[in-house]
C-alpha cells in the first residue's frame, strides 16, 4: 500500500453539521416563497420541497442555489446565504483532528456544495486546507470517480496515495473507492461496520495509521 500523502474531507454532514444548508433550503428559500407568492409558509415550504424532490439529488440542479433562485424568481441569494451564516457550525472533534493530520498529510476539501455555499461553509476552518475542490462548480458534475481522478491529477497525487472522508455511502466512499482512493465512510450517530467506517472525525488519524 502506497503512502497516504492528501487527506480529502467532504463538507456538509462532514466537517459541518447540516444546520446552515437545512436552514437556507427548508426555512429561508420557503419563506421568500412565501412572500412572493402570498401564500403561508407551510404551503410554500410543502411547494418548494416538492419541486427539490423532482429534481433530486442525482442531478447537480440540486446543489445549485442560483438555479432554484431563478426557478422560484425570488431574486439575489446572497442576502439570505448572509442571512443564515450565524448557523453555520463545525463538529466538536473537528478543529483538533484537523491540526492534528495536517501536521502529517496535505488536506483537502472536496465537496458537492458550490462556491455560493463554500465560503460560508469554510469561514472558520479554510486555513487549514491546500486545495478547496467543488465538482458542481468547477467541474459540473457529481462527486463520480472520474471527478476524484481529476481532483488527484489536480494535487499531482496517485489515487491511492490520497485517503477521502464524508458520510454519503454513494458520493463519499463508493466513488472513490472506484477510483482506486483509500475511502473512509463516516457513519455518525450510528456504528462503525467495518475497518474502513467511522462514527466520527476522531478515529480517522488511527484508521489511516493501522491502514
Ligand atoms: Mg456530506
Known amino acids: 500500500m502506497g503512502k497516504i500523502k492528501v487527506v480529502s474531507f467532504d463538507v456538509e454532514s462532514t466537517l459541518l453539521t447540516p444546520d446552515f444548508s437545512q436552514a437556507v433550503w427548508y426555512e429561508g428559500i420557503p419563506s421568500l416563497y412565501a412572500e412572493k407568492n402570498g401564500i403561508s409558509f407551510e404551503e410554500a415550504r410543502a411547494m418548494v420541497v416538492k419541486e427539490y424532490q423532482e429534481v433530486g439529488d442525482q442531478r447537480r440542479e440540486w446543489y445549485d442555489i442560483k438555479y432554484w433562485f431563478e426557478r422560484f424568481q425570488l431574486g439575489d441569494y446572497q442576502a439570505l446565504l448572509e442571512g443564515y451564516k450565524h448557523r453555520v457550525s463545525c463538529y466538536p472533534e473537528v478543529m483538533e483532528v484537523l491540526s492534528s493530520l495536517s501536521k502529517e498529510y496535505t488536506l483537502i476539501v472536496v465537496s458537492s456544495s ?21 465538482s458542481v462548480s468547477d467541474y459540473g458534475q457529481l462527486k463520480t470517480p472520474a471527478f476524484y481522478l481529476k481532483v488527484c491529477q489536480g494535487m499531482g497525487i496517485l489515487p491511492c496515495e490520497m485517503a477521502h472522508v464524508g458520510d454519503s455511502w454513494q458520493f463519499d466512499f463508493l466513488a472513490p473507492k ?21 462514527t466520527s472525525l476522531a478515529d480517522l488519524e488511527a484508521r489511516l495509521l493501522g491502514r
Do not use: C, M, Q
Not at 469554510?122 to 487549514?128: R, V, Y
Not at 457513519?187 to 467506517?197: H, I, P
Open 178 to 198: 472506484e477510483a482506486g482512493i483509500e475511502a473512509f465512510h463516516l457513519n455518525r450517530g450510528g456504528y462503525a461496520k467495518n475497518d474502513k467506517s467511522l
Open 114 to 134: 458550490t462556491r455560493e455555499f463554500l465560503p460560508y461553509l469554510l469561514a472558520e476552518i479554510e486555513g487549514h486546507f491546500a486545495r478547496v475542490f467543488s
